[in-house]
């Protein structure tokens, strides 16, 4: 089946640093979703990615669909506390309209004052 | 702003017993999802569910699980005979138009403990 790596597995910043994480996968993929997850709670959407080379941002956060198809990458500028969390990378299955989604292994960040 | 909602937010139950998880989806979506997070992990995929069938289901989703739409809102995921590796965060998905039907939108969960 898909799978996906997340890198790097988890991340300490101090406030104020940007971060970078990536996402691989072994197969193609036609859209790409990131998710924030905060302990306790559900997923929640971040940005999503339509087109290979597409570079997308949402306030702080900004991601690419890389122009292979099998990589992403999400950025988080100036990163505050209210950052902190497991960021997870997604992508639905080429099976059809509103297919499973197959998520990322995440990465976690911690924000330290 | 619309959003999916599940009850309870945390089940407690002994190993054998059936639980059902429910899940308010959002009002115009059609098509509906369950996945599983054990503590620590990633999220897996169990099952979805448009025009009240099952249109695609994991490994993960055996005989014990089932799903069914009651009426016009909820949406259940029912554990027959509860196993302790069925302890785990639930959540359930929903989606619409936006983005074709690929951008799910997520509940907050329901923690089920089985003892």
Not at chain 2, 84 to 108: H, I, K, R, V
């Amino acid at each position: 089946g898909q799978q996906l790596n997340q890198s790097p597995q988890s991340m300490f910043i101090q406030e104020g640093e940007d971060v970078s994480m990536n996402c691989t996968s072994s197969s193609i993929f036609n859209t790409w979703l990131w998710y924030k997850q905060e302990p306790g709670e559900g997923p929640v959407l971040l940005i999503a990615l339509y087109k290979a080379g597409e570079l997308t941002s949402n306030g702080r956060l900004t991601a690419q669909f890389g122009i292979t198809r099998k990589d992403s990458f999400l950025n988080i500028s100036a990163s505050i506390p209210s950052d902190v969390g497991i960021y997870f990378c997604a992508g639905p299955g080429l099976s059809g309209t509103a297919s499973k989604l197959t998520f990322g292994t995440g990465t976690r960040l911690q924000v330290t004052l | 702003e619309p959003e999916v909602t599940q009850t309870p937010s945390h089940q407690v139950t002994q190993m054998g017993q059936e639980v059902i998880l429910h899940c308010v989806p959002i009002s115009n979506h059609l098509y509906f999802y369950w996945y599983r997070q054990i503590l620590g992990q990633k999220v897996e995929f169990l099952v979805s569910f448009y025009n009240n069938e099952i249109s695609e289901k994991s490994e993960i989703f055996d005989d014990q699980f089932s799903v069914e739409r009651p009426d016009g809102s909820n949406f259940t995921l029912k554990i027959r005979s509860t196993k302790l590796e069925d302890s785990a965060m639930y959540f359930c998905a929903s989606t619409g138009l936006a983005g074709s039907y690929n951008e799910q939108f997520f509940g907050p969960g329901t923690r089920l403990t089985v003892l």
